[in-house]
């Protein structure tokens, strides 16, 4: 038998082995093949009795994976349409689907007794839904087949609620449940709100935390249909799921659904994309939706469900306040100091780690730059470094002005260090935990942190966007906001919308429970429509005016865009290659598509690497996949430098 494999290599094409032993029913399994002189790991697409090879010249497969479930068709119909639309090769598209210890040629056994993670929760029962919640749960159960349904409400409305109760009534009628969400720190509260609520029920966490051969064994439970609710983070929304019946993205507007790297899926569109296949009900929920789904709410595409109060009836909504920066002694000093004397705790936000962004000579304006990048680099105090946050290269601190000699050398701006530095020289009876990638990069750093949060072990916390996402925190108050800014003027035509959802998520910290919340936002531009919508929590209209803003401009969501990237150790080759790639771009455009030049990405030049890229925008989607289909295909025949390499983003988030 003649098997055909795809493999994890960067081109579309089928393979052929021989299969002594191989049945149809083997189709869609893992194999171990030879190639070269070592061996890959691929997937078995189909069989046939003759090659048009010569036989003689054909190897054996080495092994198949017959402890694996196959992939069946629905997960090839999401396989195929990923690697078409991600302009990503097939084999590689479908080798994402396993989980890492599945795609080594090592390979791996599952364990004949897996203990399920279980949580040894007693079973809490659920609160009485409000009337609001009711109503949105029975729309969304009333609707039978394919439907997007977007919950919005501010945080706090009770959105997970009413998910919650959707899927159990899911769960009930047999099927399974996807849910997912946008970080690892999310998981952990859910997780404990699910075991409580379902403590009977067998069900799995998947996200990149676990280690890998525990994601392999809890992978292989969703694939069996033994786990009955998944819940994880973008990479789980490949799962094969054989009975899946309903799937739950939850902060639908995050960024961190996007895929950044290889396959650059966004989760939260495949997972619409893999309900449309299935037909079943999908469920968005955000406070502060982004507007791609906004708008298809409001063309009617997407059914929208809106809450529009708190869950908790004491629960207000914070009082926002705006106060002008670079005062000797802030605004906030005081309230800050009176809620932490009250026994409450509050939350500083800047989003900057380190001490300061920037290392200035006094004398001759020398700044500290990366060497391999075209950032400068951040002052760390405690060991006293230079990091890149780009590329991770650190360096003490010079002594002196490499450039003139001068021993005054200064920081200016503020990251999370220096903050922590002042507030800890104003409050000095505070309890200080600082949350950012430095303090939380070690394995359980996050439990830990926020183990001592809940247990109020510490009641200021100083934190970076880490911290803003979902997190309930009952004893929260009070929320400053500082450098909040910067995004006002960023050439991004997203920034405003970004900062619009973070200043939500940040505010939303505040007065979750019966304590009423504030926020403080430092800006020197007080009457900026942002600010105004956000004070008077009304977002829906500065939603509104942002889509009209963009049906102007022309940008997305009233178009479509891809990038093409490209990075070389030798800028004349990234050059080059573009200058090419906009060729053939030229060669095959067809009118409604918008071909921009070439230019520098944001960040020139990164680890060495200089940086390319070029957008392509239409205002149909059909013709912008037609034209990325046969420009990867022509570029695919460019001659590369092996300095050179070159990637397409579908749908790119920063552009
Ligand atoms: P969201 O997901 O919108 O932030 P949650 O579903 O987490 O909101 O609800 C916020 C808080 O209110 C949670 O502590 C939740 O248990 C509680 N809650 C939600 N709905 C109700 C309800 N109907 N009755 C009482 N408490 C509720
Ligand atoms: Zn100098
Ligand atoms: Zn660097």
């Known amino acids: 038998?003649?098997?055909?494999?795809?493999?994890?290599?960067?081109?579309?094409?089928?393979?052929?082995?021989?299969?002594?032993?191989?049945?149809?029913?083997?189709?869609?399994?893992?194999?171990?093949?030879?190639?070269?002189?070592?061996?890959?790991?691929?997937?078995?697409?189909?069989?046939?009795?003759?090659?048009?090879?010569?036989?003689?010249?054909?190897?054996?497969?080495?092994?198949?994976?017959?402890?694996v479930p196959p992939l069946i068709v629905q997960d090839w119909k999401l396989i195929e349409f990923?690697?078409?639309?991600?302009?990503?090769?097939?084999?590689q598209t479908a080798l994402s689907v396993f989980p890492?210890?599945?795609?080594?040629?090592?390979?791996?056994?599952?364990?004949?007794?897996?203990?399920?993670?279980?949580?040894?929760?007693?079973?809490?029962?659920?609160?009485?839904?409000?009337?609001?919640?009711?109503?949105?749960?029975?729309?969304?159960?009333?609707?039978?087949?394919?439907a997007v349904h977007l919950v919005y409400g501010i945080t706090g409305s009770g959105k997970t609620e009413v998910y919650l109760s959707a899927m159990?009534?899911?769960?009930?009628?047999?099927?399974?449940?996807?849910?997912?969400?946008?970080?690892?720190?999310?998981?952990?509260?859910?997780?404990?709100?699910?075991?409580?609520?379902?403590?009977?029920?067998?069900?799995?966490?998947?996200?990149?935390?676990?280690?890998?051969t525990e994601r392999a064994q809890r992978w292989l439970a969703a694939q069996r249909g033994e786990a009955r609710l998944v819940l994880g983070t973008r990479l789980s929304v490949l799962t094969p799921l054989p009975e899946l019946g309903m799937i739950v993205v939850d902060e639908e507007h995050d960024t961190s659904f996007k895929q950044q790297e290889g396959l650059r899926y966004s989760a939260r569109d495949l997972a619409i994309v893999r309900a449309h296949q299935g037909d079943l009900p999908i469920v968005l929920g955000s406070a502060t939706p982004s507007l791609e789904s906004w708008m298809n709410a409001q063309t009617g595409r997407y059914h929208l469900h809106?809450?529009?109060?708190?869950?908790?009836?004491?629960?207000?909504?914070?009082?926002?306040?705006?106060?002008?920066?670079?005062?000797?002694?802030?605004?906030?000093?005081?309230?800050?100091?009176?809620?932490?004397?009250?026994?409450?705790?509050?939350?500083?936000?800047?989003?900057?780690?380190?001490?300061?962004?920037?290392?200035?000579?006094?004398?001759?304006?020398?700044?500290?730059?990366?060497?391999?990048?075209?950032?400068?680099?951040?002052?760390?105090?405690?060991?006293?470094?230079?990091?890149?946050?780009?590329?991770?290269?650190?360096?003490?601190?010079?002594?002196?002005?490499?450039?003139?000699?001068?021993?005054?050398?200064?920081?200016?701006?503020?990251?999370?260090?220096?903050?922590?530095g002042q507030l800890r020289e104003w409050l000095p009876e505070a309890r200080i935990q600082r949350l950012d990638a430095d303090t939380l990069s070690r394995q359980g750093a996050w439990r830990t942190a926020f183990e001592k949060i809940v247990q109020r072990k510490v009641n200021l916390l100083v934190g970076t966007q880490l911290v803003v996402k979902g997190h309930d925190f009952p004893q929260l108050s009070l929320v400053v906001v500082l450098n909040a800014d910067q995004a006002l003027f960023s050439s991004d035509f997203r920034a405003t919308e970004r900062m619009m959802a973070q200043l939500t998520q940040v505010a939303g910290r505040a007065g979750r429970a019966d304590i009423p919340g504030h926020v403080w936002i430092e800006t020197d531009y007080p009457e900026h429509p942002l600010y105004q919508a956000l004070r008077a929590h009304e977002i829906e209209e500065f939603w509104q005016q942002e889509l009209t803003l963009r049906q102007k401009t022309g940008w997305p969501p009233y178009s479509y865009l891809a990038l093409l990237r490209c990075e070389s150790s030798v800028q004349s080759a990234a050059d080059e290659f573009m200058t090419k790639a906009m060729g053939l771009a030229q060669d095959l455009a067809q009118p409604g598509l918008v071909i921009y030049d070439p230019v520098p990405a944001l960040l020139q030049r990164k680890a060495g690497q200089h940086r390319r890229q070029m957008l392509v925008q239409s205002g149909e989607r059909g013709r912008l996949q037609a034209f990325l289909q046969a420009w990867r295909e022509s570029l695919g025949s460019v001659k590369l430098g092996r300095h050179t390499r070159w990637n397409l983003d579908v749908d790119p988030l920063e552009c």
């Open 1 to 67: 038998m003649i098997v055909e494999v795809i493999l994890d290599l960067p081109m579309n094409r089928r393979f052929d082995y021989i299969g002594v032993d191989v049945t149809p029913a083997d189709c869609g399994r893992c194999v171990r093949v030879p190639w070269g002189k070592g061996e890959k790991i691929g997937v078995i697409r189909a069989l046939k009795a003759v090659s048009e090879y010569p036989v003689e010249k054909l190897k054996p497969i080495l092994e198949i994976w017959r402890h």
């Open 82 to 91: 990923a690697s078409r639309y991600y302009q990503y090769p097939l084999g």
């Open 100 to 146: 890492p210890a599945l795609r080594r040629t090592k390979g791996w056994h599952p364990k004949r007794v897996w203990k399920w993670n279980r949580h040894k929760e007693e079973k809490v029962s659920s609160p009485c839904l409000n009337a609001e919640q009711q109503g949105i749960v029975d729309a969304i159960l009333a609707k039978t087949g394919f």
């Open 168 to 212: 159990e009534a899911v769960l009930a009628r047999g099927k399974q449940v996807l849910l997912l969400v946008p970080e690892i720190n999310l998981t952990p509260q859910l997780e404990a709100r699910i075991a409580r609520r379902w403590p009977e029920l067998p069900w799995v966490s998947l996200n990149s935390s676990v280690s890998e």
């Open 306 to 420: 809106v809450l529009r109060h708190r869950a908790l009836d004491r629960a207000r909504l914070p009082q926002l306040h705006l106060a002008p920066t670079k005062q000797s002694e802030p605004l906030w000093l005081k309230p800050l100091a009176a809620t932490l004397a009250r026994g409450e705790q509050a939350l500083v936000f800047i989003n900057r780690r380190g001490y300061a962004p920037v290392l200035i000579c006094t004398g001759c304006g020398w700044q500290a730059f990366c060497r391999h990048c075209s950032v400068r680099m951040v002052v760390h105090r405690h060991e006293r470094s230079l990091r890149c946050h780009h590329c991770g290269v650190r360096e003490s601190v010079p002594e002196s002005c490499p450039s003139c000699g001068n021993v005054y050398l200064e920081t200016r701006g503020d990251g999370t260090q220096k903050l922590e």
